[in-house]
């Protein structure tokens, strides 16, 4: 069974930064793909940014050049770095995972139970 375990969340100036973590159990396999999302209140859960096994990445167009997402595959974690925080940014943060040897953006299998991110301005 996969379970996601995020932690790193938390109050933060604007401008500020943040590190957000995610720990995986289960196989390896089963998180091929692993992403970040955020779901402020009132708002549909978008996507943030995701990292393939080999490392490729993607990102939202709000986060570029502020946020990096990266995995180190032997703790079968990711993390998300969030640097030049802004009020918008505000959200509760999910870790997913995927079976796919892609990038994908949505249909994540896999999810955990989210990291409040409270950014004052």
């Known amino acids: 069974q996969v379970q996601l375990v995020e932690s790193g969340g938390g109050l933060v100036q604007a401008g500020g930064s943040l590190r957000l973590s995610c720990a995986a159990s289960?196989?390896?396999?089963?998180?091929?793909?692993m992403g970040w999302f955020r779901q402020a209140p009132g708002k549909e859960r978008d996507f943030v940014a995701a990292i393939s096994w080999s490392g490729c990445t993607a990102y939202a167009d709000s986060v570029k050049g502020r946020f990096t997402i990266s995995r180190d595959n032997a703790k079968n974690t990711v993390y998300l770095q969030m640097n030049s925080l802004k009020p918008e940014d505000a959200a509760v943060y999910y870790c997913?995972?995927?079976?796919?040897?892609?990038?994908?953006?949505?249909?994540?299998?896999?999810w955990g139970q989210g990291t409040q991110v409270t950014v004052s301005s």
């Open positions: 289960g196989r390896t396999s089963s998180n091929r793909a």
């Open positions: 997913a995972g995927d079976p796919s040897v892609v990038i994908p953006q949505v249909g994540y299998r896999y």
